[in-house]
């Protein structure tokens, strides 16, 4: 079975600018969260998707969006981005929540 | 607010050792703990799992010990391989409905393994 796949791997985008990052999950898989990684502060909850409904948010900006396909692929939007955005986004999909969740290889942001 | 902590953030073993990761949390909701890997370049992985009614989880050479009173869990990893070197990191979550189903993950422990 193919894992979680991630699109594009690495990312470089100028302050401003806004930036859509993919995700596919695992086949199968309903579930799909997003998590944030920077150097002090670990992995960070963006959201999580079900049947293409948000059910749990971090503690993010409104800049940081999502959504959900039918496909259970799902997609997340940073708008007007800052320096501070730079990191390694990854997705993690699952069968449904409390189910182990499987990460992708992440993509890498920068913002310049 | 760091609700699950890993205060070490790197540890070196001998080979062939005992390699301990610690872990704390503060939020007393969570009844579900989980540990990650995560080599360079890619995604963590899922090592091993344990549920608040258990106080040890055992698979092969990884065992994870559970102590609620102290709000602490480790991870052992016996004998210490040089593929094990990664970052560790360890994850909880709270009871479903309680709206935090997602996973609190600390900063990671690097843990480095010398042949």
């Known amino acids: 079975k193919a894992g979680v796949t991630q699109t594009p791997r690495y990312l470089i985008k100028t302050r401003g600018q806004q930036v859509t990052l993919s995700c596919s999950p695992i086949?199968?898989?309903?579930?799909v969260s997003w998590y944030q990684q920077t150097p002090g502060q670990g992995l960070q909850f963006l959201f999580e998707?079900?049947?293409?409904?948000?059910?749990n948010k971090g503690n993010f900006p409104g800049r940081f969006s999502g959504r959900q396909f039918s496909n259970s692929r799902s997609e997340m939007n940073v708008s007007t981005l800052e320096l501070g955005d730079s990191a390694l986004y990854l997705c993690?999909?699952?069968?449904?929540?409390?189910?182990?969740?499987?990460f992708g290889p992440g993509t890498r942001l920068t913002v310049l | 607010d760091q609700q699950v902590k890993q205060n070490s953030p790197s540890l070196s073993v001998q080979e062939g050792r005992i390699s301990i990761l610690n872990c704390d949390y503060t939020n007393s909701m969570f009844d579900y703990f989980l540990w990650y890997k995560k080599y360079p370049a890619e995604g963590p992985t899922f090592l091993i799992s344990?549920?608040?009614?258990?106080d040890k989880n055992e698979d092969g050479r990884f065992t994870v010990f559970l102590n609620k009173s102290a709000k602490h869990l480790s991870l052992h990893i016996v004998p210490s391989q040089p593929g094990d070197s990664a970052v560790y990191f360890c994850?909880?979550?709270?009871?479903?409905?309680?709206?935090?189903?997602?996973?609190?993950f600390g900063t990671g422990t690097r843990l480095t393994i010398i042949p």
């Open positions: 998707y079900f049947s293409e409904t948000q059910r």
């Open positions: 993690a999909s699952s069968l449904d929540q409390r189910d182990t969740q499987y």
């Open positions: 086949s199968g898989h309903r579930s």
């Open positions: 994850a909880a979550s709270a009871g479903v409905g309680f709206g935090n189903e997602k996973l609190t």
């Open positions: 344990i549920s608040s009614i258990k």
